[in-house]
């Protein structure tokens, strides 16, 4: 009873402290965004819209950085890694620093001479005076905020005890998180492959297709040739002169001499041969044995390595089949299909 009473009074009494440490620095902060705008009649509309939004920022500015500091510090219970929030401490810090800059600028204008005895006394041996100090000391009303804030949830946040039911569902929540969290990790790897992948496929049937044009071009310029001039040298046409052109009359005996027609066999010179004999036992016997075809072509190995390279890496990607093999993906996927086909 007595432990109960104690935590409900420790944890009234930090927000009592929040309370006034806020209403200590959020007039101030007003005050300074008040004089932004300009001077109106006391008690005008324009002069109670010109404070309300004062207050507004003022408010705004101290209690953000009090609800930021607390969920910082619960994520920092909960397991949170610290880079994880050192964006939310750059903001924590930045507030802090802002507030405590115009409390401070707040404190100068408007401190009094009530402390001017202690004011004019110098620290130490330094050449700053109690007077000079003061008014940072008292504008530090967020600094204290946020170390109020730190107190304030180690005191009142008590550890949980959890049950051995509770671990085991919290082990399965998280391995199941972790399985998820694999299962994506490999898609985003598998489609960043496809796209490399897919990328040297391009510049590999752009390649080939290149070759097959610059191939075709060939071949279709030595057909358009022809055989005596493939193997002559260009420089022997340079300078050459043409024969005059002949009378049809010669032409025609120009082409009976240079075809002369081949002698006919008669039907009885046929009758001969035909009657002829020959002695087939005298002519040796020769044995024609089938050989297997070795693939002498570079497709042929190709397939011939990427089945292999299949057989043995059945679960490998056919990026890095492709890759092994120096050919293109969508060829290593050609070659799969008709494996498949023929099993």
Do not use: C
């Not at 004089?35 to 920022?57: M, R």
């Not at 408007?110 to 620290?123: E, I, R, S, V, W």
């Not at 949830?153 to 929540?173: G, I, M, N, W």
């Not at 001499?257 to 008669?266: E, H, N, Q, R």
């Amino acid at each position: 009873m007595q432990s109960t009473f104690i935590d409900k009074f420790t944890r009234f009494f930090f927000w009592f402290g929040f309370v006034v440490f806020l209403s200590a620095s959020i007039p101030h902060l007003a005050a300074f965004y008040r004089h932004f705008d300009p001077n109106a009649t006391p008690g005008s509309f324009e002069d109670i819209t010109d404070w309300t939004i004062g207050y507004l920022i003022a408010i705004v500015i101290d209690v953000t950085d009090v609800l930021v500091s607390i969920a910082v510090l619960k994520e920092i219970n909960r397991g949170t890694k610290k880079h994880h929030l050192l964006g939310y401490w750059a903001f924590i810090l930045f507030v802090m620093a802002l507030s405590w800059l115009i409390n401070w600028q707040y404190n100068i204008v408007y401190q009094t001479n009530a402390f001017a005895k202690a004011d004019g006394l110098q620290m130490f041996s330094f050449p700053v005076t109690v007077g000079t100090i003061n008014p940072v000391v008292g504008s530090a009303f967020q600094l204290l905020l946020l170390v109020y804030t730190a107190m304030a949830h180690k005191f009142t946040v008590q550890p949980v005890k959890k049950t051995a039911e509770q671990l085991r569902q919290e082990a399965d929540e998280l391995e199941q998180v972790a399985m998820q969290q694999a299962r994506i990790d490999a898609v985003k790897k598998m489609q960043s492959d496809n796209k490399v992948g897919g990328i040297f496929d391009s510049l590999g049937q752009a390649k080939e297709r290149a070759k097959a044009l610059l191939g075709n071009g060939q071949s279709a310029n030595n057909e358009m040739l022809p055989a005596d001039a493939l193997d002559e040298p260009e420089d022997v046409h340079e300078g050459r002169t043409t024969d005059p052109l002949k009378a049809n009359g010669e032409v025609e005996a120009a082409i009976e001499d240079m075809y002369t027609p081949l002698p006919v066999a008669s039907e009885q010179d046929n009758e001969q041969v035909s009657e002829q004999g020959y002695n087939t036992e005298e002519m040796p016997v020769v044995n024609i044995k089938r050989t297997a075809k070795k693939p002498t072509s570079l497709t042929a190995v190709k397939q011939n390595k990427i089945k292999k390279l299949l057989s043995r890496y059945p679960d490998a990607s056919l990026s890095v089949i492709a890759q092994k093999a120096d050919v293109s993906r969508s060829y290593v996927s050609q070659v799969r299909k008709e494996m498949a086909t023929s099993h």
